[in-house]
DNA sequence: CGATAGCTTGAGAATATTCAATTTTAGTGG
DNA sequence: CCACTAAAATTGAATATTCTCAAGCTATCG
């Protein structure tokens, strides 16, 4: 990952922003010019649809790429908003296809993030698809945790920064699930709540958490392939 | 989008495969080397968790490609397997990357293929998080409609070509509630069963059928975002 | 025409939502 | 720094939705 960075840093050398918590990156039928890595922080993307309904439909983090989902219609199909303050790089599309077309390994670099993306977004729905809300949580709070060790970051000590409701949004349950979920864990001894608030979750131990997904996973029977 | 497979067939020239039901056309953890674009049939992706949860994760027909997935790992991350007799190019992913390098209008293409298939893996997480199970099944019928439309298919007779655990599968709901809803859906006159049996179903208004899903859509009250 | 896989339907059980009350946390201005 | 306010989170009880289990039905394919 910090391999990309390098690279992309070398070929296309991106200018640099700055984000607070709020900040809004692009909006949903905003015009598709510019994609964004992300250096630091947390992000959402909010997709609408035309009833109303809000979905949060991905979290992105420090190596991931913001916007790529606007290439296909030429505007962006969600808002990207961010959760914390961070840093992100900012690439003009075109220059990015310029340098694609011009150095193979940026090529490569972009395909592998796009396909990385897919695959993201699959396991999302395999997670709420086959899973009951409790092993929902539990698994959120395990991708959550290697993810953040993937980057090199903290993985005992998460700190979500988002309310209930938006990860009951993003998990497809109610915010008062979610938050029987997070208490049930709690007594289970699976997660504890930090002393800055009940947002701040630590993992005494991930593969026992990540056993009792495993566990729980049993429930919501739909029938096997095939 | 036939332009889309005129510029592949001119530019890389590749080599046709025809499939029939059940053919697998990658399988999960096959070492990616190779992507295919659909000429005609209709295919499903299917998932597998580590502790052997399965899930179809897209449905794929004419126009869409198969295995941009696996991009990212250097493997298929899930199955490919074909619902239906159809027909693939067979296109080898060191012969697309050089053919981006040397035509812009294929990186393009590519580049969109992906960019829309993030967008509706998105789309179908929007679906299952924020829509009771009546109006996802109806919602999956007009997504399905209105997808054939696109590719120039008849699209008001739908022939399903899945099981009704394999529909339950893809929309998040056990086979009893799929064939539930269905049944409501003809009861109400939104949808009609065809004489080939039940996997034949017939909108005989689409946008009315858009209106329920609408309609449908304010329960499983998840508070919106911000 | 019989066998088998797929589909439908019903009844009871489990899970998640809704509504409501309370507590906790975070933010603001004195 | 502290009261005060608003937002967020927790928890309980009642309700609704969906799942599970079971039985019977209907296609389809040798």
Redesign the interface.
């Known amino acids: 990952m910090l391999e990309v960075m390098r690279v992309i840093r070398e070929v296309v050398q991106p200018a640099a922003k700055v984000v607070r918590a709020g900040d809004v990156i692009f909006r949903a039928a905003a015009p598709f010019t510019t994609v964004y890595l992300i250096n630091a922080g947390a992000f ?4 609408r ?3 109303g ?6 979290l992105k983090f420090r190596g991931d790429w913001l916007g ?6 030429g505007r962006h ?2 808002d990207a ?1 961010a959760m914390d303050t961070g840093n992100i790089s900012i690439i003009p599309y075109d220059k990015l ?1 310029e340098a ?2 011009r150095h ?1 390994e940026m ?2 670099v ?10 993201h ?6 997670s ?4 009951a809300s409790l092993a929902r949580v539990a698994e959120f709070l395990c991708s959550w945790a290697r993810s953040m060790n993937q980057r090199g970051l903290r993985a005992d000590e998460l700190t979500l920064r988002m309310t209930r ?2 990860l ?8 008062e699930t979610v938050s029987r979920c997070l208490s049930k864990l709690n007594r289970e001894g699976l997660i504890r709540f930090g002393e800055r608030g009940r947002r701040q979750i630590s993992i005494p131990d991930l593969s026992r958490l990540e056993q009792f ?2 566990g729980g ?1 049993m429930m919501h ?6």
Not at 44 to 47: H, Q
């Open positions: 959402k993307l909010v997709s649809s035309l009833d309904r809000e979905q949060i439909v991905s790529f989902s606007g290439i296909a219609s199909p969600c908003i296809t694609c077309a193979p090529m490569a972009i395909h592998e993030a796009m396909s990385a993306e897919i695959t977004e699959r396991q999302s729905l395999m709420v698809c086959t899973l409701a938006d009951g949004n993003y998990l497809g349950m109610t915010l997904v495993i996973s029977g739909q029938a096997a392939v095939q």
